[in-house]
C-alpha cells in the first residue's frame, strides 16, 4: 500500500548531516529536503509511534531557521506536492512536522489513428506537464505500440492535459488539450499531413558555398497549459530534434506541430553558430528559413607582448572575447610571444594582462602575426589618451534610419507578434513621416506616440512649433 502523507520529525542541529540535507535558511526558502531511500509502508521511525498503516514516518536532521520539507521521488500513483502546499516553518527545536498528504494520481489509456481511423504504431505521443519541484520541463514521451496504443501515468485527474501526437509526416492539429478525469475509455488522437508544419532551409559560407554535413538543432518553445497558479504563465523550451544538412547543404523538419514555436539553430566544424529566426507553425505551411551564413573561424592573432623598453614579457595573459565563437586564452612564453586562433575574419581585437603591469588592448584590422602589444607598469604614467573622432549626429540619425528601415522591412509585416512595432516609435524621432507611414500599415494604432515622439525631438529646438505638431495629433485624434 502506498502512502498517503508524508509525516516527519525535525530535530534542530547546528548543522545538517546525511541521509536528509537541509540547507541553512537565514530568511531563505529552503525548496526540498532529500530524505533517505523510501521506507517500506508502515515503518515508523517517529519514537514511541507504532506502525502507521496509511503514512509513512521519517526523520531528519535540519539546521534552525525556516525550512520547508518538498517529498521528492513521488510513487507513481501519487501526484507531488507544489511549493506553495507545503509549509514552511521556524524550526528551533524539535518538533512534528505537518503531514503532507500526497492526492491521487490517474492512468490514461489512448490510441493514435490517421484521417481514416486506423491505428497508427509507432507515433511518438508527448504529454506535457508541469513538475511541481520546478526541475525541467516535465511530461512524458512515449511511442504507440501494436493497434496504435499508449499508456500514460501519473496524471493530475483534475488539470488540464495538452497531448501532442505525430509520426515523420503527420501531426495532431497542435495541442489537443483534454481533461483526464472527463475522458471515458481509450482517448482517440487523430493525425494528419495536412496539419504538420515544417521548417526548411540553406546552410552556406560567407562566400556562398553550401555546407554539408552541418548540424541543423530545432529549439522547440511553447507554454504550460494547466490550471496550477504556480505554472500557468510558464513557458518551456528546448531541443526537439536535430538533423544534418545534405550534400546541398539543405535542412528540413517536416513533422512540426500548428500553434508551437520555434527556431532553427545551425553548428558546423570551422564555423561559428548561426540562428534563424523563431517562427510560429501553421497548420499544413511549409517556413522558409532562407540562406543561413555560417561564418568561419579560420581568423587569428599572433605577436609579442612587450614591456615599454621592448623587452619580452611572459607569463602575460592574452585573450579575446567576442571576435569569434567563445573566448580564446593564451599565456606568451619566454619570448612574449603568443597566438590566438578560432576566431572570425576581419577586425578584431587582442587583450593583455599581467600582474604589476597595466591592462592593456589592441586593434588589428584584420589577422596578424606581428601584432605587438606593449604592457606598462602599473609604475609608469599611462598612455596619453588619443580619442578618436566621432560621426556627425547627422551621419547618426541617417545610420540609425538605414537600420530601421532594414529591420522594418523584414519584421514589419509581423510586428505585433515580433516586437518590431519598437522601429515605429524609434523612427518618429528621425524620420516623423515615416514613421506615421509604419503606423498605418498597423492600423494607425502609433499615430499618437508617433506625434507626441516628434514633438518632444522638435521641442529640444523648437517649442512653439512642437506644441502646434502636438495640437494637431490631438485634433486628428
Known amino acids: 500500500m502506498c502512502p498517503e502523507s508524508w509525516r516527519a520529525r ?37 519514537p514511541g509511534r507504532g506502525p502507521l498503516s496509511a503514512r509513512l514516518a521519517y526523520r531528519i536532521e535540519a539546521r534552525p531557521g525556516k525550512v520547508q520539507v518538498q517529498p521528492n521521488a513521488i510513487p507513481k500513483t501519487y501526484l507531488g506536492l507544489w511549493s506553495s502546499d507545503c509549509p514552511r516553518l521556524e524550526v528551533a527545536a524539535d518538533r512534528t512536522w505537518p503531514d503532507l498528504k500526497l492526492r491521487r494520481a490517474t492512468e490514461l489509456d489512448g ?15 508527448i504529454a506535457t506537464v508541469p513538475d511541481p519541484r520546478g526541475h525541467g520541463w516535465g511530461g512524458t514521451r512515449t511511442r504507440t505500440g501494436p493497434g496504435g496504443t499508449f499508456h500514460l501515468e501519473q496524471l493530475d485527474p483534475d488539470d488540464t492535459l ?10 495532431t492539429d497542435g495541442t489537443i488539450v483534454i481533461t483526464p478525469r472527463t475522458v471515458e475509455g481509450k482517448l482517440k488522437l487523430t493525425i494528419d499531413p495536412k496539419f504538420a508544419f515544417r521548417i526548411r532551409g540553406l546552410v552556406t559560407d560567407r562566400s556562398g558555398k553550401r555546407i554539408a554535413g552541418a548540424r541543423a538543432q530545432l529549439q522547440w518553445t511553447r507554454n504550460y497549459v494547466t490550471a496550477h497558479p504556480e505554472a500557468r504563465s510558464i513557458g518551456i523550451g528546448g531541443a526537439l530534434e536535430s538533423c544534418t544538412t545534405s550534400e546541398a547543404g539543405w535542412f528540413v523538419f517536416r513533422d512540426l506541430w500548428p500553434g508551437d514555436r520555434y527556431k ?30 555560417l561564418t568561419g573561424i579560420e581568423g587569428h592573432l599572433a605577436g609579442r607582448a612587450v614591456g615599454s623598453d621592448g623587452r619580452p614579457i611572459a607569463g602575460a595573459t592574452v585573450f579575446n572575447r567576442g571576435d569569434g565563437p567563445r573566448q580564446v586564452e593564451v599565456l606568451t612564453d619566454d619570448q612574449g610571444r603568443f597566438r590566438l586562433e578560432s576566431m572570425f575574419p576581419g577586425t578584431k581585437y587582442a587583450f593583455a594582462r599581467k600582474e604589476g603591469y597595466r591592462f592593456t588592448g589592441k586593434k588589428s584590422d584584420g589577422d596578424a602575426d606581428d601584432l605587438t602589444i606593449t604592457l606598462l607598469k602599473t609604475t609608469e604614467p599611462p598612455p596619453a589618451w588619443k580619442p578618436e573622432a566621432t560621426a556627425s549626429f547627422e551621419d547618426q540619425q541617417a545610420f540609425a534610419r538605414r537600420i530601421l528601415v532594414r529591420l522594418w522591412e523584414k519584421f514589419g509585416e509581423n510586428a505585433e507578434q515580433n516586437g518590431a512595432s519598437s522601429c515605429i516609435l524609434n523612427m518618429a524621432r528621425i524620420d516623423p513621416e515615416l514613421a506615421l507611414q509604419w503606423s498605418a500599415d498597423q492600423g494607425h494604432r502609433y499615430d499618437g506616440r508617433v506625434r507626441q515622439a516628434a514633438a518632444e525631438m522638435l521641442a529640444e529646438q523648437d517649442g512653439p512649433e512642437a506644441l502646434a505638431t502636438r495640437r494637431s495629433g490631438s485634433s486628428r485624434g
Open 10 to 46: 525535525l530535530k534542530a542541529k547546528s548543522r545538517s548531516r546525511s541521509p536528509a540535507m537541509v540547507s541553512p535558511s537565514g530568511g531563505l526558502l529552503v525548496r526540498e529536503v532529500w530524505t533517505c531511500p523510501l521506507l517500506d509502508p508502515g515503518v515508523c521511525l517517529a
Open 264 to 293: 532553427v539553430i545551425v553548428v558546423a566544424p570551422g564555423y561559428g553558430k548561426a540562428e534563424a529566426l523563431e517562427v510560429t507553425g501553421k497548420a499544413g505551411a511549409t517556413h522558409d528559413c532562407g540562406t543561413i551564413v
Open 162 to 171: 495538452p497531448l501532442r501526437a505525430r509520426t515523420r509526416e503527420a501531426t
Open 111 to 125: 490510441v493514435v489513428v490517421d484521417a481514416a481511423g486506423q491505428p497508427v504504431v509507432g507515433a511518438e505521443v
